[in-house]
């Protein structure tokens, strides 16, 4: 198949202008609806096989769940992958991840997010996130990242959302958070969550600084040893972005989760499902009490309702 799209054998005079016009528009449209479905279906083959190589770790695994977790860090970004299998139709997942909103509604779950509002820039839906510190702050003290949101690929047996930014806290940039899904037997779906994100040398030194003090205990999940006869796990910026990368599977999971309850309930499960999935890891992710999660993250929901209110997104 071509990707130009030609204008065949000329015609008559009298139709000429017209018809040149319609073909073009039709040619064009064909091939961009082909190359769409193409990559779509490349993509869900590629996630399938990608499924049927995890069996064994799917099945098997210290997380006590079909979860598979691995990172990497190249010269100047890190990224973590997270693959696993939930017990939701994939009709359902793609109906609650196909929507800007919904996707605030994950994100605020996470420790670090303060405020998340979507809304439309250039006639795309942007997310309007804050990032700041693990306890109650000021939204003029955290830090604002607009992350481009949309859906990139939809087909019967494929789902891909990008979120990306070019900005970030600590002087890092080009976020990119991509969530792709395939349909499973027996109503599951099969989820692939990919969390990267690049820094340059301020962002290092600002990361190496946060790593040598508080940060300084903090380990990811990937094994790399025994210490004293006691699991040893990875550190530094791959420890950082396996943290991350589980917090923000978490919040997907505890928001499909939700979904069973009456819309009016499915706040506070959506709360207690992800306190308590991030507690099953307390050595990674365990920061702050259950009360003091529950009660901040309720007034930041609040405070995001109240301006979802006052200003009509767009």
Not at 14 to 23: C, D, G, V
Not at 57 to 84: T, Y
Not at 251 to 279: C, M, N, Q, T, V
């Amino acid at each position: 198949m071509k990707d130009s799209c030609e204008i065949p054998t000329p015609l008559p005079a009298h139709a000429r202008r017209f018809s040149r016009l319609a073909i073009v528009i039709l040619l064009c449209a064909n091939t961009a609806i082909a190359n769409a479905g193409e990559a779509g279906m490349n993509a869900a083959e590629t996630l399938r096989a990608r499924y049927s190589a995890l069996q064994d770790q799917l099945d098997n695994n210290p997380f006590r769940q079909p979860l598979h977790l691995d990172s990497v860090e190249a010269p100047g970004g890190v990224k973590g992958d997270i693959h696993a299998r939930v017990n939701y139709p994939f009709a359902a997942v793609r109906a609650a991840l196909s929507s800007p909103q919904h996707w605030c509604d994950i994100l605020i779950l996470h420790l670090n997010t303060k405020y998340c509002r979507a809304a439309t820039a250039n006639n795309a839906d942007v997310l309007n996130v804050s990032i700041g510190k693990k306890h109650d702050q000021p939204l003029d003290q955290a830090y604002r990242v607009v992350f481009d949101w949309r859906v990139a690929a939809q087909a019967p047996d494929y789902l891909r959302i990008t979120l990306t930014a070019d900005k970030g806290p600590l002087s890092t940039s080009n976020y990119r958070i991509v969530l792709e899904a395939i349909p499973l037997e027996g109503e599951r779906t099969f989820i692939h969550l990919s969390y990267a994100y690049d820094y340059g040398l301020a962002g290092r030194l600002a990361m190496q600084a946060y790593l040598g003090t508080i940060g300084r205990d903090k380990v990811g999940f990937t094994l790399t040893g025994k210490d004293n006869g006691s699991p040893s796990h990875i550190g530094g910026l791959r420890g950082v972005v396996e943290r991350n990368t589980m917090r923000y599977y978490l919040a997907i999971e505890a928001y499909l989760g939700a979904l069973s309850a009456p819309p009016r309930a499915r706040l506070e499960k959506r709360l207690h499902d992800w306190f308590a999935a991030s507690e099953r890891y307390p050595r990674q992710l365990h920061e702050i009490k259950r009360n003091e999660y529950l009660e901040m993250k309720r007034r930041e929901y609040q405070r995001q309702q109240r301006d979802a209110a006052a200003a009509p997104r767009g």
